[in-house]
């Protein structure tokens, strides 16, 4: 059995007491391109989140590498989704991905040379290189796209999550971002990936995670990315859990 | 410093306020927060009036910090209407910014009665500014919170930017989002309040936002932004002091920086609205010039390569045009026409730009056609909206795509053989 890259252990999580996330229990382990897979409203973007101690949990633990986020932050790489920031800041793309390398530079220190070495060499990676001195605003989806897996690349990580990078993205970007994932994965590399489109599951992904609101299942997609299981992800919410989260919400009284 | 006359302690400390206020004011425009610095400023005013009445006299910093316990009261008040009432933050600050300026304004009536004593205290200037009260000891308090805020903004400039632009990143990577926001929030708070008595509760919020909103037109980094915000600021403060003699200080101050921004508003290059006429006004005339052009090939064609005059009425007829004469005239400066009396004629150099942009025109003309399913007869106008600004980086894929479909014999023009061998050239080099 090769080695745990990311667990989770009976995990929780509410906004504002209202549960998106009921117990999830899962193991991925290293060297896999892993799919988070299910309708809007799943909680697919929550439980990156979650696992990025972005949002605090209801109740249960993540494990990243068998310790706790908080130890093992340099391991981890994020891409969260584009429309997440302001894309009129005042920062060039070469900001941007220097951004990647604050993590292991720490308090008050700048980005020097090696930093900017690093950054080039990601930029290159995801094609951008080009485009290295223009303002943010200037560049297309897709190119703002592989900004962000850019950065995320200058963090040098282990385990990398991607919230939806393929999200109205071009071929051209959408061929870059494969390659790329190929590359990690044969750098020994995790990646967690939010997707939406069900057609590309088996092409790009080892591993697939299948959400709503509750663990469908998760495992190598031959044996799980089943029409029976996305039969049960995609047929209808469980009516009986959102019923019970939205009597969690009303008990709070004056919202 | 006591050497130094009133009026060049008054521009000293404006600037220093200018300064600062310009260099805080960029992350609270960048972070959408303007409007708390407002707030700040109206709700200090109670804080002001009833630190007067404890301690009795107008010290700076007794002032400054009754200021500080007000607007930090008032900041409690809209978080928590915010978070436990269905009040939205716009709502929020509007009722606590005008609540506690009401008290303010009622605390400042009672002072100013006389038997208090505080029509001599020029607590006046809390509301509209008057840099004239400038004590040696408020010049060393601007200059101290001016180096403070210097300090931690050079010292955390890395940690703020990533902040402002991507928190849940920032997060992601361990910064503790949550205190360095507390303490952008707090440096705007302490600059806000030592503006107060110098331009006045109410342009207070000019300062904080007027430099930050002028820099940005002129760059596109965010350290040249602060820098240039701390210029303004520090231009604002000096020049507003010494045009402004005679007039309200405050309301000079606020009024200069306010004319730099409408000057960078009309001037900045490529955000400023005069270059960005000017690059649509080039545009049109590009493309009317292109238009020209095109219609005077299609006119020809029949007789390519012979090159025919065309008559003026002609060109006319041949479609709608906004101002044929002038176009015309300026093809013939550009050398791509001959005139003679009212009959124009193709130069040699003109004819090949003329093909050129035909051709563009038919291979988008025909991918429109193709791909995307347009009628024939809609296709003129749909390809004209669009292949002006097509890269030529684009047009050469749709060479190659039309070409592989059998619909292009030849994708690349005839280019004739080179006349000496090649790469001779590099191996003769030393």
Not at chain 1, 185 to 209: A, E, M, N, P
Not at chain 2, 40 to 55: D, E, N, Q, T, Y
Request: with cysteine; hydrophobic share 45%; proline share 4%.
């Amino acid at each position: 059995m090769s080695t745990v890259a990311f667990e989770i252990h009976d995990m929780t999580v509410a906004y504002q007491r209202r549960p998106v996330l009921w117990d999830i229990d899962l193991t991925i382990p290293e060297g896999n391109l892993v799919g988070i897979v299910g309708p809007n409203g799943a909680g697919k973007t929550t439980l990156i989140k979650a696992a990025l101690g972005l949002v605090p949990l209801a109740s249960g633990k993540v494990e990243i590498y068998g310790k706790s986020y908080r130890d093992q932050r340099r391991l981890v790489g994020y891409v969260p989704q584009r429309e997440s920031v302001d894309w009129d800041f005042p920062v060039t793309v070469n900001d941007v991905v220097l951004m990647g390398t604050y993590g292991r530079l720490g308090w008050f220190r700048r980005p020097g040379r090696p930093e900017r070495d690093i950054a080039e060499k990601c930029l290159e990676q995801v094609g951008m290189s080009a485009f290295a001195n223009r303002q943010i605003r200037q560049l297309s989806g897709g190119q703002q796209q592989r900004v962000f897996l850019a950065r995320a690349l200058a963090q040098d990580a282990q385990l990398y999550f991607l919230d939806e990078p393929f999200a109205g993205v071009d071929a051209a970007t959408e061929s870059a971002i494969v390659d790329l994932l190929h590359t990690l994965r044969s750098g020994g590399k995790t990646v967690l990936v939010v997707h939406h489109d069900l057609q590309t599951v088996r092409d790009y992904f080892d591993h697939v995670i299948l959400l709503n609101m509750r663990l469908i299942a998760c495992g190598p997609v031959d044996t799980t990315f089943t029409n029976d299981n996305l039969q049960k992800t995609y047929g209808g919410r469980l009516t009986i859990l959102d019923e019970a989260a939205e009597a969690m919400r009303q008990r709070e009284p004056l919202r | 410093m006591t050497g130094l006359s009133l009026t060049e302690k008054v521009m000293i400390g404006t600037s220093l306020l200018g300064g600062m206020s310009g260099v805080v004011g960029c992350f609270a425009v960048l972070r959408g927060r303007s409007l708390v610095g407002d707030m700040l400023a109206h709700a200090a005013l109670p804080g002001v009036c009833l630190a007067f009445l404890l301690m009795g006299t107008r010290n700076l910093l007794g002032l400054s910090l009754g200021a500080l316990a007000s607007g930090l009261l008032a900041i409690a008040a809209v978080t928590i209407i915010v978070r436990w009432t269905r009040t939205k933050e716009d709502a929020a600050i509007g009722i606590v910014l005008s609540t506690f300026f009401g008290a303010g304004v009622v605390l400042l009536s009672q002072i100013q009665k006389p038997g208090v004593g505080g029509s001599k205290a020029g607590l006046d200037a809390y509301l509209f500014g008057e840099p004239g009260n400038m004590l040696n000891g408020d010049l060393v308090l601007l200059t101290v919170v001016a180096v403070v805020v210097l300090v931690f903004v050079g010292l955390l400039f890395k940690e703020f930017q990533i902040v402002c632009f991507d928190t849940d990143f920032a997060q992601s990577q361990g910064w503790p989002t949550l205190r360095l926001d507390l303490v952008m929030m707090a440096s705007l708070a302490v600059v806000t309040i030592v503006g107060l008595p110098i331009v006045g509760v109410i342009l207070m919020t000019a300062m904080i936002i007027l430099p930050a909103a002028t820099a940005r037109f002129w760059t596109n980094r965010l350290h040249v932004m602060l820098l240039l915000a701390g210029g303004f600021g520090i231009a604002a403060g000096l020049f507003g002091t010494k045009l402004g003699r005679g007039l309200p200080a405050g309301a000079a101050i606020v009024l200069t920086a306010a004319s730099l921004f409408i000057l960078s508003l009309l001037f900045a290059p490529q955000r400023g609205i005069v270059a960005r006429l000017l690059a649509e006004y080039r545009l049109r005339k590009r493309i009317a010039r292109e238009h020209l052009l095109r219609a005077l090939y299609e006119l020809s064609e029949a007789q390519l390569p012979e090159l025919i005059t065309l008559d003026l009425q002609t060109i006319q007829d041949y479609r709608y045009w906004r101002s044929l004469e002038s176009l015309l005239q300026q093809a013939v400066e550009a050398g791509e026409l001959q005139r003679s009396g009212k009959t124009f004629q193709f130069t040699p150099l003109g004819l090949r730009r003329a093909a050129k942009l035909t051709k563009a025109h038919r291979l988008w003309e025909m991918f429109m056609m193709q791909h995307v399913g347009i009628a024939p007869d809609h296709v003129d106008r749909d390809a004209d909206d669009v292949e002006h600004l097509l890269p030529e980086g684009l047009l050469i894929e749709l060479e190659q795509k039309l070409a592989s479909e059998g619909r292009l014999p030849d994708v690349v023009e005839e280019v004739p053989i080179s006349p000496h061998s090649l790469g001779a050239d590099k191996a003769t080099r030393p």
